[in-house]
C-alpha cells in the first residue's frame, strides 16, 4: 500500500489472508515512491517523482500577507521549521535524490550543515523550546524513528524513540509525536528533557481511535489533531 507524509513511499505489512488479518507490524518497501503495481510473480514497479531540479526560495509572509524573501540559495525544501526565536530557520533539504539537514541563517543566509545527506527522507522539523536541538523523522531500519541533533552541528544525531511526527510543549518538557501500530496511527506524549525522553508514552486519546499530526498551541494548554472518521481527516482540539 502507499502512504503520504510522513514517510511517504510504498510500504507492505504480514498479512493472514485466511484469517483477514495483520500477523506484523508494516515496513517500507521503496521509500518515497509512487503510482506503483505488483505483478502476479511478485514483481513490483513503481515510479519516484523527480523533484531534484525544481528549486524553493524562502519567503516571510506577515499576517498583512506580505511576503519578503529570505536570502540565501534557492534548494529543493522537503519540510522547514522557523527557531523559536526567530533568526534561524531549518530546512530538510534534497539534492541528487538524497536528503540532509541544514539550518539557514535568515539574516545572513548561509546554511550550516547539520546532518549529513542520506538516501531516507528527513521529515517532521521541530525545536526544543530553548533553541538548542532539532527534532526530526527518518527511517531507521524498518521503521520510522525520532531523532534529536544540536542545532548548531557539533554532535551526531541520536534516536529519542520510534515514531513521527514530533511535537514539543512551548515549556520544552513534553514531547507529543505519531506512532504507527499495526496500521493504526496514535499520538503519544511523553516527558522530554535534554534530547531524551523519560518515562513511559501515553496515548493521548482512546486506544481505538486513528490519529496523527498532533500540534500543541503557543500557550500549552490545548493540543490540535487530526482524527480519521467514515475515511475522512477531521481535525480536533
Same mark, same amino acid.
Given at each position: 500500500?502507499?502512504?503520504?507524509?510522513?514517510?511517504?513511499?510504498?510500504?507492505?505489512?504480514?498479512?493472514?489472508?485466511?484469517?483477514?488479518?495483520?500477523?506484523?507490524?508494516?515496513?517500507?518497501?521503496?521509500?518515497?515512491?509512487?503510482?506503483?503495481?505488483?505483478?502476479?510473480?511478485?514483481?513490483?514497479?513503481?515510479? !519516484?517523482?523527480?523533484?531534484?531540479?525544481?528549486?524553493?526560495? !524562502?519567503?516571510?509572509?506577515?499576517?498583512?500577507?506580505?511576503?519578503?524573501?529570505?536570502?540565501?540559495?534557492?534548494?529543493?525544501?522537503?519540510?522547514?521549521?522557523?527557531?523559536?526565536?526567530?533568526?534561524?530557520?531549518?530546512?530538510?533539504?534534497?539534492?541528487?535524490?538524497?536528503?540532509?539537514?541544514?539550518?539557514?541563517?535568515?539574516?545572513?543566509? !548561509?546554511?550550516?550543515?547539520?546532518?549529513?545527506?542520506?538516501?531516507?527522507?528527513?521529515?517532521?522539523?521541530?525545536?526544543?523550546?530553548?533553541?538548542?536541538?532539532?527534532?526530526?523523522?527518518?527511517?531507521?531500519?524498518?521503521?520510522?524513528?525520532?531523532?534529536?541533533?544540536?542545532?548548531?552541528?557539533?554532535?551526531?544525531?541520536?534516536?529519542?524513540?520510534?515514531?513521527?511526527?514530533?511535537?514539543?510543549?512551548?515549556?520544552?518538557?513534553?514531547?507529543?509525536?505519531?506512532?504507527?501500530?499495526?496500521?493504526?496511527?496514535?499520538?503519544?506524549?511523553?516527558?522530554?528533557?535534554?534530547?531524551?525522553?523519560?518515562?513511559?508514552?501515553?496515548?493521548?486519546?482512546?486506544?481505538?481511535?486513528?490519529?496523527?499530526?498532533?500540534?500543541?498551541?503557543?500557550?500549552?494548554?490545548?493540543?490540535?489533531?487530526?482524527?480519521?472518521?467514515?475515511?475522512?481527516?477531521?481535525?480536533?482540539?
Amino acid at each position: 500500500y502507499g502512504r503520504d507524509e510522513p514517510n511517504q513511499g510504498v510500504w507492505a505489512v504480514p498479512f493472514d489472508l485466511a484469517n483477514r488479518r495483520a500477523t506484523g507490524d508494516p515496513f517500507p518497501v521503496a521509500p518515497g515512491a509512487q503510482r506503483f503495481s505488483v505483478s502476479d510473480s511478485g514483481l513490483l514497479e513503481y515510479g !519516484l517523482f523527480d523533484v531534484s531540479e525544481q528549486q524553493d526560495e !524562502l519567503v516571510w509572509l506577515d499576517s498583512a500577507g506580505v511576503a519578503t524573501a529570505i536570502p540565501g540559495s534557492r534548494v529543493r525544501v522537503v519540510a522547514l521549521a522557523p527557531a523559536p526565536e526567530g533568526s534561524r530557520v531549518a530546512m530538510s533539504i534534497l539534492e541528487k535524490g538524497r536528503f540532509s539537514l541544514v539550518v539557514r541563517d535568515i539574516g545572513t543566509g !548561509l546554511d550550516n550543515p547539520i546532518v549529513p545527506a542520506a538516501e531516507y527522507p528527513i521529515t517532521g522539523l521541530t525545536w526544543s523550546a530553548d533553541g538548542r536541538r532539532i527534532l526530526f523523522s527518518q527511517i531507521e531500519g524498518f521503521q520510522s524513528a525520532i531523532r534529536s541533533v544540536m542545532a548548531d552541528g557539533g554532535a551526531q544525531p541520536t534516536t529519542v524513540t520510534i515514531g513521527a511526527a514530533p511535537a514539543i510543549s512551548p515549556d520544552g518538557k513534553t514531547l507529543l509525536f505519531e506512532n504507527d501500530e499495526r496500521g493504526a496511527r496514535r499520538i503519544k506524549s511523553v516527558a522530554f528533557a535534554d534530547g531524551a525522553i523519560a518515562g513511559e508514552p501515553a496515548l493521548l486519546r482512546r486506544p481505538e481511535d486513528d490519529v496523527e499530526e498532533a500540534i500543541v498551541s503557543p500557550d500549552g494548554r490545548l493540543v490540535a489533531f487530526t482524527m480519521w472518521k467514515d475515511d475522512a481527516p477531521h481535525v480536533y482540539v
